[in-house]
Structure formats: structure tokens, C-alpha cells
């Protein structure tokens, strides 16, 4: 593909990005920058718009830089401890802030410093630039890989593409504000959104929190996270006032059982299990060809909210531990939670540039297929099956 498929891919990719678990808590902080915004003037919403905009490439830019000449990959940044730590006390500093109902937005200071009140959509930029990197999503895996390759403009070139589709969705709603200005912009309704986005910040300052902490620590923050959550339902749907400010909490409700019907339901109709991971060496990479088993490498890392997904939805399903017994396949995982020269050179050799990837290796070791990004039960399941023929061509 050509330099110019690869910007268009790349840009597409940052739309897709949106839609991953882990831009998730930058949602709150997006809506409310477009809510301040939406039935300004045109110059306003233009500026708005540019300033998220800055936002979004300013992290990019500066991530496009370490690639190009520290040689990083993608979601390297969240292998130091006291970035995660420092995204964690972020997140429940804006999670709480909104919580308490009064929505997502800086200290008036900073609006004095920047002189027109563009600083908040210039920081929801930044912050949902910097969410994204910890996991790729459709389509990023293979555009990192190939911006490996590359010259360091053409790196640079990529990635900004990534961040303007990142950011596209909202500049298209603030240069048409017609999609949003039959939303009422008041209300006790709307503090309730407010409150349910201050939950949503919350879950992922407890999620990058427990990165930094013990397992215990990590469980206290989940079941007191999981108590204000029970609190507030159970007030918000008692305290109302009406019904409109009931209707929120209620919809909350309906959302949250429904998943943990499903994933109680998928559970006891696929099983769940847990595959017998060892750890990705040379030596066993070695004893694998030697008896002639294919194998199945997993990279991963604590921060890593896709690696999570998968591992609690494609890896525990009982289809894919058959799989892998009926190809007596070998199972190793590399976990990149912490820096690992090693680790990091066996992810660039397989042609991975990111979290989360998986590659299926055929019985004499070379690459049978390779899994970026998020992928179904079937997707991984057929490439175990293959594993075993001779010939493959690789997408």
C-alpha cells in the first residue's frame, strides 16, 4: 500500500479509536467541551473546534517524536509507573469534580491564563490522545507497524493522521451544532448525566490505579467504586425530583444488569477457562519447534483495557482451550507491563507496534497469521485450527 492508503487508514483509525474501552472515560470530558459550546456563535465553535483539535496533536506530535527517535512503540508511555499513577489521580480528581454535579472543567484560572475560555476543549483533546495509547484499535496495529518502517517525517505524517480522526466526530458536531441543540442544556436530568460521567471517570482512574498497587488495594478501590455506584443509584432513583431525573439512574440500571446478564449468560454457555500461559523465552520457543507444536503468543500489560477485554471474553472461552488441545498448541504471553527489551523486540519481530497483539506461529516457527487489535472467538479459533497446514498466506 501506498504512503497515501496508509494515511487514510490511519485517519480512519482514529475515528475507530472512539469506540474502544480504552478512550472511554474521555467521553465525559468530550460531551461536556461540546455541551459549553453548542448555540455560540460560529467563531466560537470554530475556535473551540481548533483547540480541541491542538489538544489531540499535541500528544500525538509529541508521541510521533519518541517513535521516530527513541524508538518507541505504541503504548510505551504507560509502561512508567508514574504516568499511570499520575492518569489515575487525574481521572478521580475530574471523576469526583463531576460527581458532585458540577460538571467536567478546569479552574477558572486556567480560562484568565488563556484569555477566551479555549482551554477546556484544548485539554479534552490532550486527555483523550492520551487514553488511546494504551491500546490499538481496528486498523492501528497494522498502520503502527508499517510506520515502523518508515522515514521519521512519514512517522510524524501517521500519526497526526491518527489523532485528526480521533478528534474528527466532535469538530463534525461543533460545526454542526444542529445535531445537538435540541438537547435542553439545563436541568436535573442533565446533572444526572453529569454524575454518570463522573462514574465513568472514576471506573478508569480505579482501572489505572490498580495498575500501580497491590491486589488487594486494587479490589478495596473496585468494591468501593461498585458502593457508590449502588449509593447513587439507590438515591438518585428515591431523591428523583421527577420523572426525568429518574429516568437517568433507571437506564443505568437497565444497562448494567443487561451486561451482567450477558456475560453471566456467555459464561455458561461457552465456560470459561483459563489457558496454561507460559511465559514467551527463547527456550520455549525453541522446545516448541522442537517437537513440532504450533504456537499461540499473547502480549499484554496491566494498563492494556483491550488485553483485558479479550482475555475475560476470547481467551476464557471453552471453544478456544479445545482449540488449543486438539492442536496441542503451546500458549505464551509476554507481559509488557514494565519495560522489556526483550519482549519488545519479539513483538517488533512478529510485526506487531502495539497493545493488544497476538500472533499464531506455525510448528516450524514461522508466522501463521497475526491477530492486532480487538478480534472475535471465530477469528482466533480458525487461526489455531490452520495452524497445522503448510501453506498460508498471510493478510
Not at 500500500?1 to 483509525?13: G, K, Q, R
Request: hydrophobic share 55%.
Amino acid at each position: 500500500m501506498t504512503i497515501w492508503t496508509n494515511l487514510l487508514l490511519a485517519m480512519f483509525a482514529g475515528v475507530l479509536l472512539n469506540l474502544t474501552p480504552c478512550v472511554l472515560p474521555a467521553l465525559p470530558i468530550k460531551l461536556r467541551t461540546i455541551a459549553r459550546v453548542v448555540g455560540n456563535g460560529s467563531r466560537q465553535r470554530f475556535l473551540a473546534a481548533i483547540a480541541l483539535l491542538a489538544g489531540t496533536l499535541t500528544f500525538f506530535g509529541a508521541l510521533a517524536l519518541a517513535t521516530a527517535m527513541l524508538n518507541w512503540t505504541w503504548g510505551t508511555l504507560f509502561q512508567a509507573f508514574w504516568f499511570r499513577a499520575a492518569l489515575a489521580f487525574l481521572l478521580a480528581g475530574l471523576g469526583v469534580y463531576s460527581l458532585a454535579g458540577r460538571g467536567v472543567q478546569p479552574p477558572q484560572w486556567v480560562y484568565r491564563v488563556q484569555g477566551n475560555g479555549y482551554a477546556e476543549p484544548y485539554f479534552a483533546g490532550f486527555l483523550a490522545a492520551v487514553l488511546s495509547a494504551p491500546c490499538t484499535g481496528p486498523f492501528l496495529g497494522g498502520v503502527m507497524a508499517f510506520a515502523l518502517t518508515q522515514t521519521p517525517s512519514t512517522i510524524f505524517a501517521l500519526f497526526m493522521a491518527v489523532g485528526v480522526g480521533l478528534a474528527l466526530p466532535y469538530l463534525i458536531l461543533l460545526a454542526q451544532p444542529g445535531l445537538l441543540t435540541r438537547i435542553p442544556r439545563s436541568g436535573v436530568w442533565l446533572s444526572r448525566v453529569q454524575q454518570v460521567m463522573g462514574l465513568i471517570l472514576l471506573a478508569g482512574a480505579t482501572f489505572f490505579a490498580t495498575t500501580v498497587l497491590v491486589e488487594r488495594v486494587g479490589t478495596l478501590l473496585w468494591t468501593a467504586w461498585l458502593g457508590t455506584l449502588a449509593f447513587w443509584l439507590i438515591r438518585a432513583l428515591v431523591v428523583g425530583p421527577g420523572l426525568g431525573a429518574r429516568l437517568v439512574p433507571a437506564l443505568v440500571l437497565v444497562i448494567g444488569l443487561s451486561g451482567a446478564v450477558a456475560l453471566g449468560f456467555h459464561g455458561n454457555s461457552h465456560g470459561q477457562n483459563t489457558l496454561p500461559w507460559q511465559p514467551l523465552t527463547e527456550r520455549a520457543l525453541t522446545d516448541a519447534r522442537a517437537v513440532g507444536a504450533p504456537v499461540l503468543v499473547e502480549f499484554t500489560a496491566d494498563w492494556c483495557i483491550n488485553c483485558k477485554v479479550l482475555e475475560q471474553t476470547v481467551y476464557a472461552d471453552a471453544t478456544i482451550a479445545q482449540a488449543v488441545d486438539a492442536a496441542q498448541m503451546r500458549v505464551l504471553r509476554a507481559d509488557l507491563t514494565r519495560p522489556d527489551a526483550t519482549l519488545d523486540a519479539y513483538l517488533r519481530s512478529f510485526g506487531g507496534a502495539g497493545l493488544p497483539f497476538a500472533v499464531v506461529l506455525k510448528p516450524d516457527g514461522t508466522v501463521h497469521r497475526r491477530l492486532p487489535d480487538l478480534f472475535t472467538v471465530g477469528t482466533l479459533k480458525t487461526a489455531i485450527e490452520t495452524s497445522g497446514e503448510q501453506t498460508r498466506v498471510d493478510p
